[in-house]
């Protein structure tokens, strides 16, 4: 399981990450799918190879809101696509069985979707290619 879901699902049961401040480099959601996760008083930063750990600390990341920064977030973009989402929401799936009714994907029941910032080497509406810059 990615380490950002087993933030949100460790939070589910009352266990936050430390509020430290701090922030942790986590892998990639999935190729060319970039973000940062921020929780009371952590931040978890999913980027590339190329973004340097003292590049992030340099745009002012960390885990008290300079992670979730605008200016930090349109930095690691660059010319990239970029998306913002302002909220997580999660609850534990019932476990019974889906309804006859129900023609959608199968789910894992825990998924954690969420992004407060991401830059794709594609566009995930157009699937044009985008640019992004190390800046």
Same mark, same amino acid.
């Given at each position: 399981?990615?380490?950002?879901?087993?933030?949100?699902?460790?939070?589910?049961?009352?266990?936050?990450? +430390?509020?430290?401040?701090?922030?942790?480099?986590?892998?990639?959601?999935?190729?060319?799918?970039?973000?940062?996760?921020?929780?009371?008083?952590?931040?978890?930063?999913?980027?590339?190879?190329?973004?340097?750990?003292?590049?992030?600390?340099?745009?002012?990341?960390?885990?008290?809101?300079?992670?979730?920064?605008?200016?930090?977030?349109?930095?690691?973009?660059?010319?990239?696509?970029?998306?913002?989402?302002?909220?997580?929401?999660?609850?534990?799936?019932?476990?019974?069985?889906?309804?006859?009714?129900?023609?959608?994907?199968?789910? +894992?029941?825990?998924?954690?979707?969420?992004?407060?910032?991401?830059?794709?080497?594609?566009?995930?509406?157009?699937?044009?290619?985008?640019?992004?810059?190390?800046?």
């Amino acid at each position: 399981m990615h380490p950002i879901a087993q933030a949100v699902v460790a939070a589910l049961d009352d266990a936050f990450p +430390p509020v430290d401040g701090r922030w942790t480099r986590v892998p990639l959601w999935r190729p060319g799918l970039e973000g940062v996760v921020a929780m009371t008083g952590h931040a978890f930063v999913a980027v590339g190879d190329d973004v340097t750990d003292t590049r992030l600390d340099e745009l002012g990341a960390d885990g008290f809101g300079g992670a979730a920064d605008a200016r930090f977030t349109v930095a690691l973009a660059g010319t990239g696509y970029l998306e913002v989402h302002d909220l997580l929401l999660a609850r534990r799936a019932e476990r019974t069985p889906a309804p006859q009714r129900c023609r959608g994907p199968t789910w +894992p029941t825990t998924r954690a979707y969420v992004w407060l910032a991401c830059s794709a080497t594609t566009s995930p509406s157009t699937g044009r290619p985008t640019r992004r810059s190390a800046t």
